[in-house]
């Protein structure tokens, strides 16, 4: 039996590539959607063995794509296929839900035995890519549960980081100084009681921040 799958990403040429790429797999890319609305409303008319998403495109991410999904159908499998090997990307995808988290840039058999076990719904993730976010994934110091008076900044600060981008990005972004971004992500880190960016992102995950 083919496996069918929606494959979600910006760039026509990966989708090309993806497509020959599983051309004489147990795999077919039966949907293509170049962004994540269009992927959401065709994972809503379909049904796949396997939804695939990258991350970084434009208006909503790949991230919010696989929440969107998992809300919907819980047992939907979907993997992650990145430009970016991120940890706090990767913490994400295991809080939302993801399968797995593959880099573009890995081997050709490695993404196709991937996929492969991900639209039997099974997880791929590796001790390694695991022990990577195992701090993020654990359970937060009490306390945690109760409302942090993060300021309207802080909250656009935590926003923006939890949706992977850098202190540089940030700053650009939100038009304030690099300095003024590393001073706003550490009193973010000790109001939420988290030692570092990646656990501050599962955080806001779990907080329906982003």
């Known amino acids: 039996m083919t496996n069918r799958i929606l494959f979600v ?15 004489n797999s147990e795999n077919e890319i ?9 992927g ?27 929440g969107k999904i998992k ?11 990145s430009t ?4 706090t990307y990767a913490a994400r995808a295991v809080a939302l839900g993801a399968n797995g988290y593959l880099l573009k840039t890995d081997s050709q058999e490695k993404i ?3 996929i492969y076990s991900a639209a039997k719904g099974e997880n791929i993730w590796s001790r390694e890519e695991l022990r990577r976010v195992t701090g993020a994934l654990a359970a937060m110091r009490v306390g945690n549960d109760c409302e942090i008076p993060l ?35 550490q009193h973010i880190l000790r109001k939420i009681g988290v030692s570092d ?4 992102a599962v955080w806001a995950v779990r907080k329906n921040l982003v």
């Open 197 to 200: 960016r990646t656990q501050a």
């Open 112 to 114: 196709v035995d991937a």
């Open 151 to 185: 300021t309207q900044r802080e909250g656009e600060v935590l926003e923006q980081l939890a949706n992977g981008l850098t202190n540089k990005e940030i700053a650009m972004s939100l038009g304030i100084s690099y300095e003024t971004v590393k001073e706003h992500v």
């Open 71 to 81: 809300n919907h159908t819980p047992t939907q499998p979907v993997l992650i296929l």
């Open 30 to 38: 039966s949907e293509e959607a170049h962004t994540a609305e269009q």
């Open 40 to 66: 959401y409303n065709k994972f809503l008319t379909g049904k796949f063995h396997l939804v695939i998403t990258d991350i970084r495109m434009p208006s909503v991410d790949g991230l919010q794509l696989l």
């Open 9 to 23: 990403d910006d760039h026509e040429i990966v989708r090309l590539g993806l497509r020959q790429m599983l051309s």
């Open 84 to 87: 970016y090997d991120n940890p």
